[in-house]
């Protein structure tokens, strides 16, 4: 029901359109037909009264002629008027130019002796300026009307018994001329007005279209811009403008809006078989990856650009493969864990025999040691798959941060020298799940503590709101080794680690966990070696809040 009343508004709005279209089109016509009636009048006053025109002008009665011709001078200025009062409407103030003209040539032509002078071809050109505007049958009554009026013209002149001879052969041409040019304009002008509104059609359908087309590239995910010859931004959609840091808008300098796609612009070259680039926009941006279609040929220079983020793509992929992971191993945990339980257990009671000697304890420890490690690789992926979306909540940082270290040092191993809190301002305020928020935070310190030196460690969590930032952080500094530049990208893959005893979900979980409740984690490497975890709690401010 709600389609069909859409369509009957596009139908009316369509048809509104195209009436509006018609009328602007009577309007001009009546424009030139009022130009021509302001001519002619003016015209033949001045022949008749300088006496420079042809000298049939008023020849048999000037007095009507004078009278005549002063009347439709004055007539004409009075449609001008109307005209500009755009009041009665344009098929309307046609009537009334014919039927004044029709009267006015009428009697001028008596007056100057009769249609031998020619004058009564001047209807015919009211005639057809009139069909062009007024429908098929009110052109032809007006065509009857001229005829009947000529014909009863010679009656009069041949009652009369004036100076002036009847031609009633001449007259009955005359009319036939008006029927003639009246019905050859009717079906010019039909022709015309089919063509127009087949125009007017086309021009509907493709305006609807390009709307189409402009929605369509304005809400897509992949960014789409249009760059000339000249560097210059010709067009941008809005998922391009968030890729490139929310540069400045259409017509500007690509290379203001991004230096690294200007370059690479710069150098890529048409006829190579390659056609996409990786970079990224902004120092810890998402990578990107561009398309490059030349548009117009190579003489024109113009070239779309198609801008994806392949972190999406990557984290789709991923997001795939640990689903079908997480089926697979809850299909096969129970399977799994009851073996592994009976190798823990046997290794647990074989560590406890009083005549192991030293090699064989080792061996046990190494057997406990590996079995945890595929336990907990099970328990990790188990929750991927079963992850719960969140329930996020204001939560004021600093408390909160200072009873998760309380936690971190009785149950994470931590040592209270180890972990350092510093938030300002105090009262900075956050929105996150709780828990999922916990595990996040968690999991950064104890790579952390995996990762940094065993004595000397020092984890600082600082936070809140800078002038940086408008909106809260939260940093997770530590002073180990660092992370060398050519793994970086990948240490938020899963099962990704550089440890023999790691399991590469901890900082994948927090990747994922962070998404879920629109918080963006980062990697930044220290200066002078460490690690540096960001959180940013920005996302929440470019959408729906949570009551």
């Not at 959609?237 to 690294?260: R, V, Y």
Request: net charge neutral; hydrophobic share 40%.
């Amino acid at each position: 029901m709600l389609n069909w009343l859409d369509s009957l508004d596009d139908t009316l709005k369509n048809s509104g359109q195209a009436d509006k279209g018609a009328d602007h089109t009577h309007w001009r016509s009546l424009s030139l037909y009022l130009l021509y009636r302001i001519t002619l009048s003016l015209t033949l006053m001045f022949f008749f009264y300088s006496g420079s025109g042809p000298t049939f002008l008023g020849s048999v009665v000037p007095e009507l002629f004078a009278i005549t011709g002063t009347l439709y001078t004055a007539l004409t200025f009075v449609s001008v008027l109307f005209f500009l009062w755009r009041s009665p409407n344009p098929v309307q103030q046609t009537y009334l130019a014919l039927f004044v003209d029709i009267s006015a040539i009428l009697l001028l032509t008596h007056a100057s002796g009769g249609v031998q002078t020619g004058m009564g071809m001047l209807i015919a050109v009211s005639i057809i300026a009139g069909a062009l505007i007024i429908d098929g049958r009110a052109a032809l009554l007006f065509a009857a009307l001229a005829a009947l009026a000529v014909i009863t013209d010679q009656i009069y002149i041949s009652l009369s018994k004036t100076t002036i001879l009847p031609r009633f052969i001449q007259a009955g041409f005359l009319g036939a001329v008006f029927f003639a040019t009246a019905l050859l304009t009717l079906v010019l002008s039909g022709r015309v007005r089919a063509s127009e509104k087949l125009a007017q059609d086309r021009a509907n359908e493709l305006n609807h279209l390009a709307k189409i087309n402009a929605y369509v590239i304005q809400h897509m995910r992949t960014g789409v811009l249009v760059v000339d010859a000249s560097g210059t931004i010709v067009m941008m959609n809005d998922p391009a403008w968030h890729l490139l840091g929310m540069p400045a808008t259409t017509g500007n300098q690509l290379i203001k809006a991004s230096p690294e796609l200007a370059n690479m612009l710069k150098k890529h070259d048409s006829s190579a078989k390659r056609r996409y680039y990786n970079f990224r926009s902004q120092r810890q941006g998402p990578e990107l990856r561009a398309h490059f279609n030349p548009l117009g040929g190579k003489e024109k220079g113009d070239m779309l650009i198609f801008l994806e983020d392949t972190s999406q793509i990557t984290r789709e992929a991923q997001q795939m493969k640990l689903a079908s992971l997480g089926r697979l191993t809850a299909s096969i945990a129970h399977e799994i864990r009851n073996p592994l339980g009976a190798i823990s257990h046997a290794s647990q009671l074989f560590h406890e025999s009083p005549d192991l000697d030293p090699a064989d304890q080792r061996l046990t420890e190494i057997i406990k040691t590996n079995t945890e490690r595929v336990n907990q690789v099970i328990e990790n992926v188990l929750q991927l798959s079963r992850r719960d979306p969140g329930k996020p909540h204001n939560l004021q940082l600093k408390p909160w941060l200072e009873r998760l270290i309380i936690e971190l040092i009785k149950h994470h191993g931590f040592e209270s020298h180890q972990l350092f809190l510093q938030i300002e301002p105090t009262n900075t305020e956050i929105i996150a799940d709780p828990e999922q928020l916990r595990q996040i935070v968690a999991n950064l310190c104890n790579n952390a503590r995996e990762h940094g030196p065993k004595d000397t460690l020092k984890v600082h969590i600082i936070g809140g709101i800078t002038q940086e930032f408008n909106h809260p952080v939260v940093d997770i500094i530590d002073n180990g080794p660092g992370i060398e530049p050519k793994v970086a990208k990948q240490i938020f893959e899963p099962f990704f680690t550089t440890r023999n005893t790691g399991t590469g979900l901890g900082l994948y979980i927090a990747k994922e966990l962070s998404e879920t409740n629109h918080i963006r984690l980062e990697y930044i490497p220290g200066p002078t070696g460490g690690s540096c975890f960001r959180l940013h709690f920005d996302l929440w401010q470019h959408g729906d809040r949570p009551t």
